[in-house]
């Protein structure tokens, strides 16, 4: 039997064969729902390999693992990553060694040119900073050197008036934040990923993956055509177009350099590429934000005092990178109508991953979720896979706190 950190029982867990039925795994008693949807994705909604764990007052409630994945298996988590990044920024400003209000001029004095002397560190975390389109074209030899990138964004002139807008800052949000976090500990991102986060807590987590665990990484697959919906779809024709124009503020701000045809490259993934090349399981994502927002077997990153700044909107409205509706906390994506995370009205927040991967927490609940999938999709909305498995979850943790 398992309990909560508090002794409430939970019950036996029920464990899933992959011969009766389709995935390997345990749920808590209470928590067959998140089976249930978890075999209805693998079944009906065209998950091909995927893994879901959940966590509740501090221990793992759902744990299961299907399809291509096997239970050791990881993935490049591709945006999730900034939600790591996220912590870990969080994590060293508990401890006195990073400010968010501090101009980052101050700590990299490269970035002040063209403008950019007043920009504080918290704007680069709310991509408000407005340095996402760059004008300077990187190659993928330039992101794999790191300098090269980082040089790009300490030199670039503002999108926009920083501060008065918000935009995502797609692969720079990584060289921004990593440089930052270099310049404040001299250690990069990676290192920090590893010793702050990964080795306490006992995660499969890397920016930056090590050879000898390249054998268990599960390849990410391409998702079908886009649906008659999507094709449709006003936004998504709007950015399709402006896709395929290099010189379009989007293609600068989400293509450079294009690196979907290297994400398996070992040059790649032996790199730091702190927004996007971060690798991960399901397991470890959500019991990284269970001991961010709570408890886990004696580690406990955040106060809550400190979770509770760290996911305080920052920023709402149209974004000026996607060109619909975002809000964003310090690193943190928070609930909105494609990205609902638990709930439009409930206080999750983490981030997600282009094609799939999601990782939250909700704690009022004491709750946390990770999801991670090979076959990508692209959706109108919100992706049916997660949504389905993060509602199911958040219903079953209300109904245990009755």
Known sequence: MTTEAN???FGTRRTFTAVVDGFDGFVAEGFERVAEEFGRNLSERGDTGAAVCVYHAGVPVADLVGGACRSDS???IRSASK???AILAHVLAHRGMLDFDRPVAEVWPEFARHGKADIPIRWVFTHQAGVTALDRTLTVADILAWEPAAAAVAEQRPNWDPGTAHGYHDLTYGWLTGEILRRVTGRTVGTLVREELAGPLGLDLWIGLPEEVRPRLADLLPGPPPSPELQRDPRAKALRTALADPASFASKALL???IFDVEHSRAY???EVPAANGVSDARSLARL??????????????DAAAVDAARREQAAGVDRVVGYFRRYATGFM???PTRPMAGLDTGSFGHYGMGGPLAFAEPEHRMAFGYTTVQEQAHVGADPRSRALAEAAFHCVKEIDR
């Open 7 to 9: 002794g409430t029982p």
């Open 74 to 76: 990881v993935q490049v």
């Open 83 to 85: 939600g790591v990044v």
């Open 256 to 258: 450079n350099p294009d």
């Open 269 to 271: 993934l032996g790199a």
């Open 289 to 302: 934000y269970a001991a961010f927002t709570g408890e886990v077997d004696g580690v406990r990153l955040l």
């Open 334 to 336: 928070l609930p909105d």
